[in-house]
């Protein structure tokens, strides 16, 4: 009949696709666990600030370096909440913001005044105002940094248990720098620092204990409070390879050669590299797995995608 339309044209193996009647915001693809989004633009610039604050710190010192390690931790911040924020919603931001945020100031607190889990220490008057003894920015500085090592762990392995478990050791390594770089300036001293690790005199080893201790009930306490887009990773969630990836190689470079403290570099890079090695070689493969064949004229598809 005249009036009939045409019938679909099929190429190849493709076959006829029914119209999707669906609102366009179901059909599209899922922030953050998989989908074609791209990863949020803010979070580049955040990053890309954070990271020329980072290389300015070893060229201060002082009030000056001090003023810039609080703004770094701020926009350290920014960025991971944000990202939550941008690519899962205001769930998982919520949820980050409790766990991290709140849990971290809580643990301090209680560090400060009994000592557990870390040991007996003091916070300096450096760091900026604080409350129950803590400097405001700590809490900040817990928040920064397990949200990239939840997405690393949660790239690289499937298993709950076992990506609490890289999640909790990817951000308690980070202290393996952070401790000693932040004692060496004076914002915070221990006051029975022994046992020690080799190298690392002035910290003493429950202070690490503790950072995993409390990064596996952190960890633990995520996953449920973010929901299950915080089960899976796409292209979205590059700002915070990124992050991670840096803080590693940027951490390893700065105390081998500009801080002085060649004993972190060497702890941090064994200790950081469980997570961030093999984030590392994974992004590597899967960029090479998407590239298109020399001489095809177009892009492969992953599988996945």
Known sequence: MSGDRPPPVVTGRSAPVAPDDRPAAARRPERGAGGDTRPPRPTWVLLGVLVLAQIGYPLTGGSTRAALTVATVVLGYLLSVGHALLTRGPRTAAALVTVATGGGFAIEALGVATGFPFGSYDYSGELGPKLAGVPLIIPLAWTWMAWPAWLAATRLVRSGVRRVALAAVGLAAWDLFLDPQMVAEG????????PALPGLPG???????????????????????????????????????????????????????????????????????????????????????????????????????
């Open 187 to 194: 914002y915070w001293r221990w006051r029975d620092a022994t």
């Open 203 to 305: 910290i003493p080893v429950s202070n690490y204990l503790g950072w995993l201790l409390f990064g596996v009930l952190m960890m633990t306490l995520l996953r449920p409070l973010a929901g299950s887009s915080a089960d899976r990773t796409g292209p979205a969630d590059h700002p915070m390879y990124a992050l991670y990836l840096w803080t590693y190689f940027s951490s390893v470079l700065a105390h081998a050669v500009f801080l002085g403290l060649p004993a972190s570099a060497l702890w941090g890079a064994a200790g950081m590299a469980v997570a961030a090695v093999p984030l590392a070689v994974t992004l590597v493969r899967g960029h090479r797995r998407q590239r298109p064949p020399a001489g095809s004229g177009h892009r492969r598809l992953d599988a996945t995608a």
